[in-house]
């Protein structure tokens, strides 16, 4: 991604929603959520609190937002994904390796939003299961093709595949370490492949 001056006057290089985005995951990781203060990530990002809500209007926009792009980039790819001719069980398997790759890339994230999610106001918790809803809801679409087409095992219920799936790919923050013995994509094809395999018609 390019660099821009600040729009501020700081000068400090990336553009200012950039900067607060960044400063805030790293501040929520380091002390959580509610033991960080709006003066805190302003300063951190060396811009005022006026541009913080000029951007955000709170610091819980900041955490809304902080999930909010991960997961409006996994929807896009499962969009994608979703989309092509090819066979379902390919499809299937490039899904379920895509969102786990997407989480660890991102793992900070996702750690601090469902380990603070609870503080969100009640309106933005409803956004976000919404959504997460309708990513799940494209996913398990996936599933049900499959079944249509006899490739996958009509005795399953899909809502019970995605949700022991997602289960474990929202687990990952609480054990993977990027510098441990397992790479990302080594993780996601495991995944991947224990999916297929549970789903698959014998």
Do not use: C
Request: glycine share 6%; hydrophobic share 40%.
């Amino acid at each position: 991604m390019a660099r821009s001056t600040s729009n501020d006057g700081t000068g400090t290089g990336a553009a200012v929603p950039e900067r607060l985005l960044a400063e805030a995951t790293r501040l929520f990781a380091e002390r959580g959520y509610d033991r960080t203060s709006v003066q805190e990530i302003v300063e951190a990002a060396g811009v005022t609190k006026g541009a913080l809500y000029h951007y955000f209007g709170s610091k819980d926009d900041l955490l809304h937002e902080i999930y909010g792009r991960v997961l409006r980039l996994q929807t896009e790819r499962l969009d994608v994904i979703a989309a092509r001719t090819t066979d379902v069980r390919d499809r299937l398997a490039e899904a379920a390796a895509d969102v786990v790759v997407t989480s660890i890339q991102n793992l900070d994230d996702t750690k601090i939003f469902f380990r603070s999610m609870h503080q969100l106001a009640p309106e933005k918790q409803k956004e976000v299961r919404a959504e997460r809803r309708r990513y799940h809801e494209r996913f398990r679409a996936l599933i049900e093709e499959g079944q249509r087409d006899g490739y996958f095992r009509p005795d399953l219920h899909p809502d019970l595949v995605v949700d022991f799936f997602f289960g474990s790919v929202h687990h990952l923050g609480t054990w993977y370490h990027a510098d441990g013995p397992l790479p990302a994509d080594a993780v996601a094809a495991e995944f991947s492949d224990l999916l297929l395999h549970s789903v698959r018609q014998p």
